[in-house]
């Protein structure tokens, strides 16, 4: 009785402020826009009973995904979402991975120094640090100056609000998202497999390449899956660092909802956006269900 | 063996007044499709230091974990005392178990994991400090009190295991592979200590092990278990030179097999082994038919060795010549590995009472083996 | 065999060059007396000063530790339980539900997550404020909570809690004196991250506050957007500061703790007896 308490309050939490809530997603975004509080019709009268239901129901189309199709915006944005986030995880792993192989191949007692080291970022605040960046990359910033004073460039580059900055920002802020599973993998790693890989003929880099990465294969999925799936639908990153320019599907949904007021549309590329989504999440909670299996 | 002192022979089980403290009543249990424990039926009587062996699987950790209450039997029943402990959830028992891996709680010091479970019985302060000087006294563990798990030695470790199991006085403490973490020379004197203690608090102790070395020390009785099942259970002296069974005799110390024919003679079985070599003449108070298929058990230190053929003579009614083929040299013994002219390999044993410079035998040498008819055993085929 | 090749020491300070430049820039001008980045003014606290003076920015922070404190400790307790069933709840009906609903908000688009929430709240007819905050931070913190605490139980000896029932302990009293004490590491962890999402969150909270609830988030975000500010690089270098401080002693304390252990694992073995 009591174990069944202990499933039942986290499990209840959960349904009801996790579950339901996509549930309503789906129902407004069936739904219209309406100058009223709350902007969408029909709205659900329980108090009409059964047939205050059938008429709820029958109200409900799906005009607003049509609306998406039709609309050139939507289905650009979908797109270039979908290209940042696949770029930024590909620039990400390119960045991380070194990080992470050489912190695992530091010293031992250097390693939770390091391993410090990088989750400090992590704890600090994501607002600021991608903030900073802001400084940075502005035409007067810091890069720019750095860069005129070497004589790289003669006129001041425009990097901030174009996509550049959005990548620079997301390989930024995910970076430890990135390190965090390939180190844990790689600090584990037996170092006996590559000594035994020299002794059978391997140089050291076919050594790394045949037997280190397919081992670390768990940890840099977990890391890319960690990168990919939020980095879709970021909203923070494009909105102060990639301009009017940059195209994300995060913060077209912020503007629908906060400028148009137009919920239903809103709901309708939160939707589509979690059905583009689902099949990499199911593959993420595999693999951290694989990852678990194996590890004990 | 846990030998009984002088004048009192201790064994409850041959009482037929004698309640016993434990009884499996045709406990089965099985996980799923696997069948731990088949319809098993046992009796352990009070102070028994009752020893479960047998090898991974065979169901002995399942029975104590049973008796502990952290599994219930599939069908059948369990009775402590006579009551059926079934329904009785483990904190309520009168059961404490020591866990293989000691289970010491790391945030607690010594004092306090054994006045753990005294805690938790509500004891009164004066009698709980009283009760855990006295179990620190009795497994020397004073000195320790005041640290914490990962501040003390493995051996200590595990008198802390012992001295918390025991501080509630259970009617049955288990023990669940108690010495194995323990280097050789620590696990004998543990054994020691371990029988020393369960006489002194007359608890009824049940161990596991795999380690028959182990069992035929401290047990007073042992079970030897295959696949949920029993297979033998009695004193060590009796398991050892009265197996029931091939199993048992493999099992248990060094043995030799021999598989033949049973021929009746008389009061002696004579067992027909080889073409062309004279019958094995055995004893058995076991009934064989003309002709049975036999196994004959020895053990290796029954044979004697010769370099050459010795006298007939009761001590040598069986003679066999062979070659050496093998010497484990063990120190205070050694092992010969004798192979006999139709490839048959048998093992005799002896005292190193020489050095080995001064040896007798050595290998390749032509060697005659010898053993008495009341030596070895006839067993089932 | 730990040698690191030209390749790998350079990997490492240019990984972590890049993952600290920013912040120290970020520190080194909010002394900056100067407002723009282009110019270096001298040395001056001055925008601190201002950014004590500015009671938005104080309310907005009280209501941010607020929402904080109170939606980690409630995500610690919901998470510690979600994590003991994920890992000793056994089989049971909805257990894949559970699992998928525990992992999916930890990569789940944060706009996402804030608009549904809203659409509930409004759907139920709960008034956005500080508690509907409080409510959409714990619902995703208990998440986080949940994966750290079970990272630890699936470790934890199952034998300690078998030997405080045998001893006499109910199953709640097992986890409360001996589980508990034993994982407590892990549980404040998932405190801490709690505790630190909850006030870095922006895109949740700008969906889920009211107009009478502003968090530093929502604060600093409408701020930047015009530019950047000294104000903000203030702020920014405070929160910066008791990170590290934070997580500089955290890590101290813990080596110090584990090589202490180390030492008197090693001394009893080869001490006594």
């Known amino acids: ?296 | 063996m846990a030998q009984p002192s002088a004048g009192c022979q201790f064994s409850p089980w041959t009482d037929p007044d004698e309640k016993p403290l434990i009884q499996f009543q045709s406990v089965t249990k099985s996980f799923g499709s696997f069948v731990a424990i088949d319809d098993l039926s046992l009796d352990i009587f009070e102070r028994e230091f009752f020893a479960l062996l047998g090898p991974s699987g065979c169901g002995k950790t399942t029975m104590m974990r049973m008796l502990a209450g952290f599994e219930a039997p599939s069908s059948g029943t369990i009775r402590l005392a006579g009551d059926d402990i079934g329904p009785v959830p483990p904190n309520k028992r009168a059961v404490n178990m020591m866990f293989q891996s000691y289970a010491l709680f790391p945030h607690l010091s010594v004092w306090e994991n054994i006045a753990f479970g005294l805690r938790r019985e509500g004891m009164a302060k004066h009698f709980l400090v009283d009760r855990v000087e006295e179990m620190l006294r009795l497994t020397r563990l004073e000195k320790f009190a005041r640290r914490k798990p990962h501040q003390i030695s493995g051996g200590q470790r595990q008198r802390v295991a012992l001295a918390r199991s025991l501080a509630k006085a259970p009617k049955l403490l288990l023990l669940d592979e108690p010495l194995g973490a323990l280097d050789k020379k620590l696990r004998q004197d543990t054994q020691f200590e371990l029988m020393d203690i369960q006489e002194k608090t007359g608890t009824t102790f049940v161990i596991v092990t795999h380690d028959q070395e182990e069992a035929m020390t401290v047990a007073s009785r042992v079970a030897v278990m295959d696949e949920g099942r029993l297979i033998q259970v009695d004193t060590p002296d009796r398991i050892y030179e009265a197996p029931n069974s091939v199993y048992v005799a493999d099992f248990i110390g060094d043995v030799n097999i021999v598989q033949g024919r049973a021929d009746l003679q008389g009061d002696r079985v004579h067992i027909n082994w080889a073409e062309g070599q004279p019958p094995i003449i055995g004893t058995s108070n076991h009934n064989f038919s003309q002709d049975q298929s036999v196994h004959f058990a020895i053990r290796p230190e029954k044979i004697s060795i010769w370099s050459d053929r010795p006298e007939t003579s009761d001590e040598t009614a069986n003679i066999v010549k062979g070659q050496i083929i093998d010497i484990a040299y063990l120190g205070n013994i050694s092992t010969y590995h004798v192979e006999l002219p139709n490839g048959q390999m048998l093992k005799a044993q002896t005292a190193n009472t020489h050095r080995i410079a001064r040896r007798k035998f050595t290998w390749d040498d032509t060697v005659w083996l010898s053993w008495s008819a009341t030596g070895g055993i006839l067993l089932e085929g | 065999m730990k040698r690191l090749s030209w390749f790998n020491v350079t990997s490492l300070t240019l990984g972590f060059a890049f993952l600290y430049l920013p912040m120290v820039i970020l520190v080194i001008y909010s002394f900056n007396a100067s407002k723009l980045v282009t110019v270096w003014a001298g040395f001056s606290t001055k925008w601190y000063g201002r950014l004590f003076q500015n009671e938005a920015f104080l309310d907005a922070a009280w209501v941010t530790i607020k929402v904080g404190l109170l939606s980690s400790c409630l995500a610690t307790v919901l998470g510690t339980m979600a994590a003991y069933v994920l890992v000793r709840g056994g089989r049971f009906r909805g257990r894949v539900l559970f699992s998928g609903m525990i992992y999916a908000p930890l990569v789940m688009p944060e706009v996402i997550t804030g608009l549904s929430l809203l659409l509930l709240f409004i759907g139920i007819g709960l008034d956005r404020g500080v508690l509907t905050i409080i409510l959409a931070h714990t619902t995703f913190s208990m998440c986080y909570v949940s994966v750290v605490v079970s990272a630890r139980l699936v470790s934890f000896d199952h034998s300690l809690e078998e030997a405080a029932l045998d001893l006499g302990c109910s199953s709640l009293e097992a986890f409360r004196l001996v589980t508990l004490p034993i994982i407590a590491p892990a549980v404040i962890s998932g405190w801490l991250l709690a505790f630190t999402l909850s006030l870095d969150d922006l895109v949740i909270a700008s969906f889920t506050a009211g107009p009478s609830a502003t968090t530093l988030p929502i604060k600093i975000f409408s701020a930047v957007r015009l530019g950047v500010s000294p104000e903000i690089n203030a702020l920014s270098t405070l929160m910066i500061a008791v990170v590290t401080i934070g997580v500089i002693s955290a890590s101290l304390m813990s080596k110090r703790a584990s090589l202490r252990r180390h030492h008197e694992e090693q001394a009893a073995e080869r001490g006594q007896e």
């Open chain 1, 1 to 296: 009785m009591r174990r069944l308490t202990l499933i039942a309050i986290p499990y209840l939490w959960l349904l009801a402020l996790f579950l339901v809530p996509f549930l309503i997603v789906m129902k407004i975004s069936l739904s219209e826009y309406a100058l009223s509080i709350p902007p969408y019709s029909p709205y659900l009268d329980l108090s009409a009973g059964w047939a205050g239901l059938v008429k709820f129901l029958s109200q409900l189309d799906l005009e607003n995904y049509i609306f998406l199709t039709t609309d050139d915006l939507y289905w650009k944005a979908y797109l270039s979402s979908l290209k940042i986030a696949t770029l930024s995880t590909v620039i990400t792993l390119l960045v991380g991975f070194p990080l992470a192989y050489g912190m695992a191949r530091a010293a031992t007692e250097w390693r939770p120094t390091l391993l410090m080291l990088v989750i400090l970022p992590f704890w600090t605040s994501f607002l600021i640090r991608v903030y900073a960046w802001m400084g940075l990359l502005s035409q007067e910033g810091l890069i720019n100056q750095l860069l005129l004073w070497l004589g790289v460039i003669n006129a001041p580059l425009m990097i901030l609000n174009t996509p550049t900055a959005v990548y620079i920002g997301i390989v930024y802020t995910y970076l430890p998202f990135m390190v965090l599973p390939i180190y844990s993998i790689l600090e584990k790693l037996d170092e006996s497999l590559l000594e035994a890989a020299e002794d059978l003929g391997c140089s050291r880099l076919m050594a790394f390449w045949l037997v280190t990465v397919p081992l670390a294969k768990n940890g840099i999925i977990a890391g890319c899956f960690l990168v990919f799936i939020p980095a879709l639908g970021e909203f923070v990153i494009p909105s102060l660092l990639g301009g009017s320019k940059t195209l994300m599907i995060g913060k077209i949904l912020w503007e629908e909802f906060f400028s148009n007021r137009d919920w239903p549309v809103a709901s309708a590329v939160a939707i589509v956006l979690l059905v583009i989504l689902i099949i990499p999440i199911l593959l993420f909670q595999r693999n951290q269900q694989n990852q678990r299996e194996a590890d004990t």
